[in-house]
């Protein structure tokens, strides 16, 4: 959701006026409202569908421009895969996000739509998890001077419900999302729910997001999983995060900031303050910790575009701003992993199979069991998790809450992945994903997202052996064969 105020948040449904401090959907509004009120752009106020909300209208007088191109998406569905379009067959991408001015989910997917990701695409995805409940529009904005794309996720549902996390990973895991914006978009609420139930004290399944505010943040973390999927980006890193200073004040009454959930959501980070108000808000701070593998200044590559996403406030003195640079893929480089590991024998089986699914959501790269015998002679299994050294105290966590573990032992490794990238191949009429990994610059690994070819075999009534040899075929046809150089643009 917006990192501005109400004003910007605010939906169609909301009977608040600009001097209310909680929106409809009972979320969190800027201390510096008033200031932000004056100072939003007139842009924010138009978009081509004439959506707008009265508090967008409010403070246009003065700031019209005549520079706003607002795009309106269109309904269509893109494709029976949503959130795919012809970019997606691009060679893998490394993004680098720019949030030293802060960040927050529409900032992030205005500057992935105004690096070239197809707003159709984007918006296809959204609809296909929220359908007709979301619409999404661009507009370019000045801030501080610098030209910016602003997205506009308006909420078009009068009466949302209110939702839990588990109801939104149904919603995710049902939409014939492509997978591995599904899983992304799932990473990103399971983050969102471990850090709001650890910030409020409750289990993560009981975590609700509220009405306007839950389908705000699908949008934002569907939209921006899909952009980019449609850019065809394979690896993310991002730099420290502003997070801002001060105090908001919202459902919770009044919060310092940065607001715990960034805090929380933080952890492992490099985050400095950079400047008054909230700069930095719970989806946008999700967002980049459960795409970005690495905090870092921007590595060395070859540009290939550049995005920047506008926030909803307008300040001279710093632009607001997140800014995405898209270069080459990274070659395959050997990584810092951690092993964690625990000996259970006593944990009742039919968990395991949820346990191994949420270490996956949370982060881990991968989690597994293997069968052993324990003293006294007990048959029981050995958890081993493998992560990314800073999601450990995460996924340590999770193992204390979700097995009847007394202890994790955990072990220094290195690992190297394989550079890899999504490519779409159609089969029967219906678009795979597969997913390709390449070794210095040659194709090593051709596979397609099993459980879309499951879906294909359903869909077809023929058996998943036979559609997935149909799919190799169909792969190999299309030129995606170990041995050939990896696809390029
Ligand atoms: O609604 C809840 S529970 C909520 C919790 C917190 C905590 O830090 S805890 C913060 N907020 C505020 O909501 C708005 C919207 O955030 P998005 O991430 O959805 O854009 C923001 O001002 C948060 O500080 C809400
Ligand atoms: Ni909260």
């Given at each position: 959701m917006s990192q501005t105020d109400a004003n910007s948040r605010a939906d169609a449904s909301s009977q608040t006026d600009a001097s209310s401090q909680t929106d409809a959907s009972g979320r969190a509004d800027v201390d510096d409202r008033a200031d932000a009120n004056s100072q939003t752009d007139a842009n924010d106020r138009a978009d081509a569908n004439s959506q707008t909300d009265a508090n967008d209208r409010a403070d246009a007088n003065d700031h019209?421009?005549?520079?706003?191109?607002a795009d309106a998406s269109s309904r269509?569905?893109?494709?029976?895969?949503?959130?795919?379009?012809?970019?997606?067959?691009?060679s893998g991408r490394h993004a680098w996000i720019d949030a030293s001015a802060g960040v927050a989910g529409d900032m992030l997917l205005g500057a992935l739509l105004d690096a070239g990701a197809d707003l159709t695409a984007v918006q296809a995805a959204v609809d296909a998890v929220v359908p007709g409940s979301v619409l999404i529009t661009t507009g370019e904005v000045t801030r501080a001077g610098l030209r910016a794309r602003k997205a506009h996720v308006r909420v078009q549902a009068d009466d949302p419900p209110h939702r839990t996390w588990a109801s939104i990973r149904t919603m995710l895991d049902d939409a014939g999302l492509p997978v591995s914006v599904r899983d992304q978009a799932s990473a990103v609420f399971a983050r969102l729910a471990a850090a709001e139930a650890r910030v409020h004290g409750v289990a993560a399944e009981d975590v609700h997001f509220h009405e306007v505010g839950a389908l705000d943040a699908i949008a934002d973390v569907v939209g921006v999983c899909a952009a980019l999927h449609d850019l065809g980006i394979t690896s993310v890193s991002a730099s420290p995060?502003?997070?801002?200073?001060g105090h908001t004040r919202g459902a919770h009454g009044r919060l310092p900031v940065p607001v715990p959930a960034v805090t929380e959501l933080a952890l492992g980070w490099t985050v400095l303050a950079?400047?008054?108000?909230?700069?930095?808000?719970p989806t946008g701070m999700a967002l980049i910790r459960s795409l970005a593998a690495t905090c870092e200044d921007l590595p060395p590559t070859t540009l290939h575009a550049v995005g920047v996403g506008a926030g909803g406030r307008d300040r001279p003195d710093r632009a607001n701003v997140v800014r995405v640079l898209i270069g080459a893929a990274r070659a395959t480089t050997t990584q810092d992993a951690l092993l964690l590991e625990a000996n259970v024998?006593?944990?009742?089986?039919?968990l395991w199979p949820g346990v191994l699914t949420g270490l996956l959501e949370l982060g881990a790269d991968d989690a597994w069991l293997v069968p052993i015998l324990m003293k006294k002679g007990r048959p029981a299994h050995t958890l081993s998790v493998l992560c990314a050294p800073d999601r450990a105290p995460a996924l340590r966590t999770f193992v204390f809450e979700h097995t009847s573990t007394l202890g994790v032992r955990e072990s220094p490794r290195r690992k190297t992945p394989l550079d890899r990238q999504f490519v779409p191949v159609t089969v029967d009429g219906v678009r795979v994903s597969f997913k390709i990994g390449c070794h210095e610059g040659r194709i090593v690994q051709v596979m397609p997202e099993f459980e879309e070819v499951a879906a294909l075999a359903r869909r077809l009534g023929r058996p998943e052996r036979v559609v997935l040899q149909e799919a190799l075929s169909a792969a190999a046809a299309a030129g995606?064969?170990?041995?050939?150089r990896k696809p390029t643009n």
């Open positions: 019209a421009e005549a520079n706003d191109r269509t569905d893109a494709s029976s895969h949503a959130g795919m379009s012809s970019h997606a067959d691009v995060v502003a997070v801002g200073s950079g400047g008054p108000g909230e700069l930095a808000t024998d006593d944990l009742d089986p039919r995606l064969v170990p041995g050939r």
